[in-house]
């Protein structure tokens, strides 16, 4: 399709002309002349605005993206014609620029300003915008798809793909999480025992991306029908070479490669496509808690280069989907470059792309914990959309199930001391088989039915008496030991007409550094949690020197399943490693039900459940996280279709009456 636009004047200085069609000329009550327009976008004027920044890719300077921001304009503005053709999405870029060839400019994706939405053009609101494209679906395979596979980077203990697979199973896509990678043991050791199935490596990502690579060189070099190629190179066994008679077999697919050994756990096990490509690259050179960050020039920085190894694999393996999670602060840092970065390499892929944050407490937990996720597909997919909200994350809320636990307990196994008293405690008791997680296969997990990981991070001998006396009420921290003062300014100071009280070790009650921490005006140190209150975020460490960790009525920290439970992993999930360790992984992951919400979103994309909509959110079904129908549909997916069927109606029934 050839479209007759016009080019209009920029206001500012040394900037290209906009680019628009009109579709509407008018002459206002004022009696000057008018025109409405539709716009078309620049990569430069979108959100990936600094493109000349990113050293790694560029666009193509005749792309541009249709959108639907429309105005009024003065006639005076008109500067010239323009050519531009509408050209398939799906098309690689070198096949682009021959359609393109006689056109000023070209168009394969729109853009969607409030949404950061970069998408195929599928169909247009506007009767009147001449849009009549409508992408073909890549295969009827894909609309009836029931499985598909993930490749999960920087797995930590594997919260990402847990809660996609969670997720797509209600909408009827199986995700079976094939590969995993994380440099770190513990976390590593942790996936292994959760997902028993799943391939998991613990290496360097960077180093993952090199055998990947090492590995493609491997399959061009000997993978050969027939060695009627003169050029084919040998068979090597045991360092040997072994000629093959013409018209044989020589290799007809490489399914393992191994390094530095014939150990299994160095050998990578890549059998098929990755389907979904999902990962949390590291954040700590983002976080506004990291006081040392390079504000200025952030992907100098080597914590955030693991961004460019994530899209790295992207580009080489080329999966369906993208999913990648990181801090809010990768949207503020310096103007959210690093943000704009991951969307622009994506956009330059010719992925059709999503970005936006999603708060944790929205989705039925009790901490706030905002993040951002990036979705990506491929012009032959259905891009994913954003779940809405099933929560009022500030009405609903509350600090986890208490359990009498001490200081002290070292205890990796306990018994339940409580019968589950709320809808929360009764989902994330639920059996590996009731929320159909398959990690274990058809296999029951072991440990299921107990309390893992019930333990805090045992204070030491003075933080311990500290904590003693913190007083058990809802605001209690520091500032209520003796001898606090609290100026006007909210600056807290120690009373000068009072001997400052000393711990049975000589040191101080009140430390130095809760005086001091954010100049005195910070109500974190030894904060004590409350029952009606949601908590920020789980952070990756238990001391409670800057941070609101305490229990609401125990001398202690959260313990790792506390903090487990505010992140949504189900309680039979282990993790392994030191106790800190333990704290770290769940700290790192991305909340379970988040990303559950957004495995739903996927499944519905992936069978092209979702296309035609021109909503870019879905609503998660009421029965989503509803506890009775969650054991239906694990007793309905071990028995027939019929009887499968006739359960879930029931389910329905019952979900709707409340009779939980």
Same mark, same amino acid.
């Given at each position: 399709?050839?479209? +007759?636009?016009?080019? &209009?004047?920029n206001?500012?200085?040394? %900037?290209?002309?906009?680019?628009?069609?009109?579709t509407?000329?008018?002459?206002g009550? /004022?009696g000057r002349?008018?025109?409405? *327009?539709?716009?078309?976008?620049?990569?430069?004027?979108?959100?990936?605005?600094?493109?000349? %920044?990113?050293?790694?890719?560029t666009?193509?300077?005749?792309?541009?993206?249709?959108?639907?921001?429309?105005n009024?304009?003065?006639?005076?503005c008109?500067?010239?014609?323009? $050519?531009?053709?509408q050209v398939?999405? $799906?098309?690689?870029?070198?096949?682009?620029?021959?359609v393109?060839?006689?056109?000023?400019?070209?168009?394969?994706?729109?853009?969607?300003?409030?949404?950061?939405?970069?998408e195929?053009?599928? %169909?247009?609101?506007?009767?009147?915008s001449?849009?009549?494209? /409508?992408?073909?679906?890549?295969?009827?395979?894909?609309? !009836?798809?029931t499985k598909?596979?993930?490749?999960?980077?920087?797995?930590? *203990?594997?919260?990402?793909?847990?809660?996609?697979?969670?997720? @797509?199973?209600?909408?009827?896509?199986?995700?079976?999480?094939r590969?995993?990678? /994380?440099?770190?043991?513990?976390?590593?050791?942790?996936?292994?025992?959760?997902?028993?199935?799943?391939?998991?490596?613990?290496e360097?990502?960077?180093?993952?991306?090199?055998?990947l690579?090492?590995?493609?060189?491997?399959?061009?070099?000997?993978?050969?029908?027939?060695?009627?190629?003169?050029?084919?190179? =040998?068979?090597?066994?045991?360092?040997e070479?072994h000629?093959?008679?013409?018209?044989?077999?020589?290799?007809? $697919?490489?399914?393992a490669?191994?390094y530095?050994?014939?150990k299994?756990?160095?050998?990578?096990?890549?059998k098929?496509?990755?389907?979904?490509?999902?990962?949390?690259?590291?954040?700590?050179g983002?976080?506004?808690?990291?006081?040392?960050?390079?504000?200025?020039?952030?992907?100098?920085?080597?914590?955030?280069?693991?961004?460019?190894?994530?899209?790295?694999?992207?580009?080489?393996?080329?999966?369906?989907y993208?999913l990648?999670?990181?801090?809010?602060?990768?949207?503020?840092?310096?103007g959210?470059?690093?943000?704009?970065?991951?969307?622009?390499?994506l956009?330059?892929?010719?992925?059709?792309?999503?970005?936006?944050?999603?708060?944790?407490? *929205?989705?039925?937990?009790?901490?706030?914990?905002?993040?951002?996720?990036?979705?990506?597909?491929?012009?032959?997919?259905?891009?994913p959309k954003?779940?809405?909200?099933?929560?009022?994350?500030?009405?609903?809320?509350?600090?986890?199930?208490? #359990?009498?636990?001490?200081?002290?307990e070292?205890?990796d196994?306990? &018994?339940y001391?409580?019968?589950?008293?709320?809808?929360?405690?009764?989902?994330? +008791?639920?059996?590996?088989?009731?929320?159909?997680?398959?990690?274990?296969?058809?296999?029951?997990?072991?440990?299921?039915?107990m309390?893992? /990981?019930h333990?805090?991070?045992?204070?030491?001998k003075?933080d311990?008496?500290?904590?003693?006396?913190?007083?058990?009420q809802?605001?209690?921290?520091?500032?209520n030991?003796t001898?606090?003062?609290?100026?006007?300014d909210?600056?807290?100071y120690?009373?000068?007409?009072?001997?400052?009280? *000393?711990?049975e070790s000589?040191?101080?009650?009140?430390?130095?550094y809760?005086?001091?921490?954010?100049?005195?005006?910070?109500?974190k140190? #030894?904060?004590? %949690?409350?029952?009606?209150?949601?908590? =920020?975020?789980?952070?990756?460490?238990?001391?409670?020197?800057?941070?609101?960790?305490?229990? =609401?009525?125990?001398?202690?920290?959260?313990?790792?399943?506390?903090?487990?439970?505010?992140?949504?992993?189900?309680d039979y999930?282990? &993790?392994?490693?030191?106790?800190?360790?333990?704290?770290?992984?769940?700290?790192?992951?991305?909340?379970?039900?988040v990303?559950? !919400?957004?495995?739903?979103?996927?499944?519905?994309?992936?069978?092209?459940?979702?296309?035609?909509?021109?909503?870019?959110?879905?609503?998660?079904?009421?029965?989503?996280?509803?506890?009775?129908?969650?054991r239906?549909?694990?007793?309905a997916?071990?028995?027939?279709?019929?009887?499968?069927?006739?359960?879930l109606?029931g @389910?329905?029934y019952?979900?709707s009456?409340?009779?939980?």
């Open positions: 399709m050839t479209w +007759r636009v016009r080019r &209009m004047r206001a500012g200085e040394n %900037l290209p002309d906009y680019i628009g069609r009109i509407e000329f008018f002459e009550v /004022d002349r008018y025109f409405a *327009c539709r716009w078309f976008f620049r990569p430069q004027d979108t959100v990936i605005s600094n493109t000349k %920044l990113f050293k790694d890719h666009h193509d300077p005749k792309r541009v993206f249709l959108s639907d921001e429309r009024d304009n003065d006639l005076d008109i500067v010239s014609k323009v $050519k531009i053709i398939d999405p $799906k098309l690689d870029q070198e096949a682009k620029a021959q393109a060839a006689d056109a000023d400019l070209y168009f394969d994706m729109s853009y969607t300003v409030p949404y950061s939405t970069f195929n053009i599928t %169909l247009d609101i506007n009767e009147n001449g849009i009549s494209f /409508d992408a073909e679906a890549n295969s009827e395979s894909d609309a !009836a798809a598909a596979t993930i490749l999960d980077l920087y797995s930590g *203990c594997g919260g990402m793909s847990t809660g996609l697979c969670l997720g @797509a199973v209600i909408a009827g896509l199986q995700i079976e999480t590969w995993a990678v /994380d440099l770190n043991t513990n976390a590593w050791e942790s996936f292994k025992y959760n997902h028993p199935i799943t391939e998991v490596r613990n360097k990502v960077e180093d993952f991306l090199l055998l690579q090492e590995w493609s060189v491997l399959c061009d070099k000997y993978i050969h029908k027939h060695n009627d190629d003169a050029s084919a190179s =040998p068979l090597k066994v045991g360092g070479e000629e093959l008679g013409k018209g044989k077999l020589v290799i007809d $697919k490489l399914t490669i191994c530095g050994g014939a299994r756990e160095k050998c990578i096990y890549f098929g496509d990755v389907d979904v490509l999902c990962g949390g690259p590291p954040c700590q983002l976080s506004g808690n990291n006081r040392h960050r390079k504000c200025d020039k952030p992907l100098d920085d080597d914590k955030n280069r693991q961004i460019v190894t994530f899209m790295d694999i992207v580009s080489f393996l080329k999966p369906k993208v990648m999670e990181n801090v809010a602060d990768i949207l503020k840092l310096n959210g470059s690093v943000g704009r970065y991951a969307l622009s390499r956009v330059a892929l010719n992925y059709q792309s999503r970005m936006g944050l999603m708060v944790a407490g *929205c989705y039925g937990l009790p901490q706030f914990r905002m993040r951002m996720f990036l979705w990506g597909a491929l012009p032959t997919m259905v891009l954003y779940p809405l909200p099933t929560h009022d994350v500030v009405v609903h809320g509350g600090a986890p199930s208490a #359990f009498s636990v001490s200081n002290d070292t205890a196994e306990t &018994m001391s409580v019968k589950a008293e709320t809808e929360f405690q009764r989902y994330i +008791r639920l059996s590996r088989k009731e929320m159909l997680d398959y990690s274990f296969g058809d296999n029951k997990g072991p440990s299921e039915g309390l893992l /990981d333990r805090p991070l045992k204070l030491n003075d311990y008496e500290r904590v003693k006396q913190i007083p058990h809802k605001g209690a921290n520091f500032r030991l001898g606090v003062k609290v100026g006007q909210n600056v807290a120690m009373d000068p007409t009072v001997k400052p009280p *000393c711990l000589g040191k101080p009650l009140v430390p130095y809760a005086l001091s921490f954010m100049h005195g005006k910070s109500l140190p #030894f904060g004590r %949690l409350w029952w009606d209150e949601t908590v =920020p975020t789980v952070f990756t460490r238990a001391e409670p020197h800057n941070q609101i960790i305490l229990h =609401p009525d125990q001398a202690r920290v959260l313990t790792v399943r506390e903090n487990a439970r505010l992140q949504g992993f189900p999930y282990r &993790m392994y490693g030191p106790i800190k360790e333990r704290y770290m992984q769940v700290g790192n992951a991305v909340a379970v039900p990303a559950r !919400a957004l495995g739903y979103a996927l499944a519905q994309a992936f069978q092209r459940k979702t296309e035609g909509n021109n909503n870019l959110m879905i609503v998660l079904p009421g029965s989503f996280s509803d506890v009775a129908m969650m239906v549909r694990a007793r997916s071990s028995s027939g279709a019929e009887a499968a069927a006739k359960e109606e @389910a329905s019952l979900s009456s409340g009779n939980n």
